[in-house]
Structures are given as structure tokens and as C-alpha cells.
């Protein structure tokens, strides 16, 4: 989940750590001021002594749940799209869901999950984007630690990252979009992870270099061979006849000037 509580900017301590008591006030002539009621951010100072995670009480931790609309709150800032967002997400999305025979989600409930990521995207401040990015690009040719860095910003993945350090350095990164990967044989079922991202660009960028030697068409960058992979994958499900046939030739040459003209057409 990607809101925890230590986004507040509460420093929590190690599980298991030993809370050392500090050693009680003098004793003064007027009355000691009353205790706060427990409601009052008594769960907040248990996490912060010992650790949320170190906690058994499920009353600490459904009290701390409770505090979640208000802490998003403070973090979306005065425009509320967050919240709306939020709200639908964790209310009205499920009870859709559950209501149907089978569950699912439509098309629209996609675009407005991915509307809920990037409005948790905008709650980065701007100066941590640039300090961040520019990190990562100093870290480069250290796609992995490039990749960590940039991740550090709310509601950014390896793949988002990827698209980043693509764009930026695209002699390094590729893009890590569903079309290239699966057109890249021998890996695993696709991973949204750095490791899925090390393994599939390690093979973009191997194949880089020998698109590189001796090619007439310039230089081939990870990037490059990442936007031709996608080309290919997309092309070969909507619009087939746009691209080149890799086939053993037998076409007549009848055949070879139809498929130009449909590629002509379709420009």
C-alpha cells in the first residue's frame, strides 16, 4: 500500500528497539496537567516509540486507519482531486465490483485508477522531481541504482521510471512498455519489478549493439530497439499490412506493388 504513516514524517525506529524512559520531571508546587483523553494521538505516540509493525494491538492499528482521509487530506493539498479520487477508489469501486456476476472492472474504472496514480504522482513536490531525476541521471550508466533513485517519488515504478531514463538517456534505457517486453523471447511472465526491467533490457541493449555493427540505418540504442519492438507488436495485431514481411520471399511482383500501395494508402 502506498500510503504509510511514515510519509507524516514521523522517523519510526527499528522493530524491537528498546524505548528508554526518560527520567521523570522535578516535582513542582502546581497541579501536573491533565493526561490527554486517549483519543487524542495516543496511536500516534505508540508508533513512534515502538514501531507501528511491532504493535499486536488491532485497536492501534484500526486507530491509525481511521486517521487515513485526514492524512490524505493534508498530503493532496487544497485542490481535493486526490480525495475524490481516493474515495472512489476505496468505496464506491469495490461495492461496483462486488455487485457484478462476475467480477471486473470497465474501461472507464481503468482510466480513473490511472487517473487516482497520477494524481498521487502530483503530490510530489516539484523541487524532489528535479532532485531526484537529476540524481538519476548522474547515477547513470547505473540503470539499477538510476532506477531506485527515481523511484523514490510517490507513485513511480520501474516502468515509469524506465520511460524517464529512455527519453533522457535512451544510449542506456529502453522503455519497459508491455509490447517490447513480450516481444523479447526467454523471459519470465512480465514482472512490473527492477529485476524483470534488468533482465529485459539486458537484452535490449545486447541486441543494440549488434543492430549497431555495420548498420546502414545509424546507431541503435536501447531506445530505439525498444520503439521498433513495440512497433512491431502493435502493427502485428492492428495494421499488419503497414509493416515489411519477413518471410521467405515468394511474392510476385504484382504482389510486392499491392502491399506498397496499401502502405501508401494508409499514410
Not at 549493439?209 to 502493427?235: D, I, K, N, Y
Amino acid at each position: 500500500m502506498w500510503l504509510r504513516p511514515s510519509h507524516s514524517g514521523l522517523v519510526f525506529p527499528k522493530v524491537g528497539q528498546t524505548h528508554v524512559s526518560r527520567s521523570a520531571p522535578p516535582i513542582r508546587d502546581h497541579a501536573p496537567a491533565a493526561s490527554p483523553a486517549p483519543s487524542e494521538a495516543r496511536p500516534l505516540n505508540m508508533a513512534v516509540a515502538c514501531g507501528l509493525w511491532g504493535c499486536e494491538d488491532p485497536s492501534r492499528w484500526a486507530a491509525i486507519l481511521e486517521c487515513h482521509r485526514e492524512v490524505l487530506r493534508a498530503r493532496a493539498g487544497p485542490q481535493g482531486q486526490l480525495e475524490a479520487l481516493d474515495q472512489w477508489y476505496r468505496e464506491d469501486l469495490p461495492m461496483a465490483i462486488e455487485s457484478r456476476a462476475e467480477k471486473h472492472v470497465t474501461r472507464e474504472e481503468l482510466e480513473r485508477l490511472m487517473a487516482w496514480k497520477l494524481a498521487l504522482v502530483a503530490t510530489n513536490p516539484p523541487e524532489l522531481v528535479v532532485q531526484r531525476s537529476a540524481a538519476a541521471f548522474r547515477l547513470l550508466p547505473d540503470i539499477q541504482a538510476a532506477i531506485t533513485e527515481l523511484c523514490g517519488l510517490r507513485g513511480v515504478g520501474p516502468a515509469t521510471a524506465s520511460a524517464v531514463l529512455a527519453v533522457g538517456a535512451p544510449e542506456v534505457a529502453a522503455f519497459m512498455s508491455d509490447e517490447a517486453v513480450a516481444a523479447v523471447p526467454g523471459l519470465p511472465a512480465l514482472q512490473y519489478t527492477l529485476k524483470h526491467y534488468l533482465l529485459y533490457l539486458g537484452q535490449v541493449q545486447e541486441r543494440a549493439r549488434a543492430l549497431s555493427q555495420g548498420s546502414a540505418s545509424g546507431s541503435w540504442t536501447p531506445h530505439r530497439v525498444e520503439t521498433a519492438l513495440w512497433t512491431w507488436t502493435v502493427g502485428q495485431k492492428l495494421c499488419p499490412y503497414l509493416l515489411p514481411d519477413f518471410s521467405p520471399s515468394l511474392d510476385t511482383p504484382e504482389d510486392t506493388r499491392l502491399a506498397k500501395k496499401l502502405r501508401t494508402q494508409a499514410d
